[in-house]
């Protein structure tokens, strides 16, 4: 069975602090995996998409590496921000004849002034 | 440019009725996609549209949900009588088929959603 675990389930960091976010998932033959942060009441909002053949994407203050062998993803967020808080999501994708797409059930991440 | 719009943004209705849910991709993208996030649960995918092909309706709930893509633009998601467990907030997202690359290979943008209460 197909399964995304995210650890922590949440989080909370002072200011400054570099964090890192935990994404597992049980199959490894994945098409490509998504981070995405929600704010409360809120869609989503796409943060780094990596496809199965690349190791890791960075947007600023932001990396995220995948290791398809160990079936892990990590989003590592640096000099964390109050603006930074929010829901904190791992999609991967399958394709399998068609698309499949599963979600995480996410890290909610509170940074403190 | 416009992002994914999404139509009503609340929705409340009683149990037994149907809903129509609508959803404005960005213009060029022709993959489509509808996720629902129930109360404290995770995202799940519903469907997906990539321009004429037949969707992957992998992930609908049950037969009570249906979605047509009309002109390979908007998108309307119908879920016809309507239970108390259909409540949740519903996300339509779209991506660009980049020439070359396969498809599912772009990233998905997502709409603000539709939050549904059945009473």
Do not use: M
Request: hydrophobic fraction near 30%; charged fraction near 20%.
């Amino acid at each position: 069975k197909q399964e995304v675990t995210q650890i922590p389930a949440a989080l909370s960091v002072p200011e400054g602090e570099n964090l890192v976010l935990n994404c597992s998932f049980t199959d490894s033959a994945i098409y490509n995996l998504q981070w995405f942060r929600q704010d409360p009441g809120k869609g989503l909002t796409s943060l780094l998409l990596i496809q199965s053949s690349q190791r890791e994407q960075t947007s600023g203050r932001l990396n995220a590496s995948l290791d398809k062998s160990s079936g892990r993803s990590t989003l590592y967020i640096a000099a964390s921000q109050p603006g930074d808080s929010a829901t904190y999501l791992c999609a991967v994708r399958y394709y399998t004849g068609g698309f499949k797409t599963i979600f995480g059930a996410g890290t909610r991440l509170f940074v403190k002034a | 440019g416009a992002g994914v719009s999404q139509s009503p943004s609340n929705k409340v209705t009683e149990k037994g009725k149907d809903v129509e849910l609508r959803c404005d991709p960005i213009s060029g993208h022709t993959a489509l996609y509808w996720y629902r996030q129930s109360l404290g649960q995770g995202l799940e995918f519903l469907i997906y549209f990539q321009g004429n092909s037949a969707p992957d309706k992998s992930g609908l709930p049950s037969d009570r949900f249906s979605a047509e893509r009309t002109g390979g633009s908007v998108s309307t998601l119908t879920i016809q009588r309507t239970q108390q467990e259909d409540s949740a907030v519903y996300l339509c997202a779209s991506s660009l088929r980049t020439s070359g690359r396969p498809l599912g290979y772009n990233e998905q943008f997502f709409g603000p959603g539709t939050r549904l209460t059945v009473l």
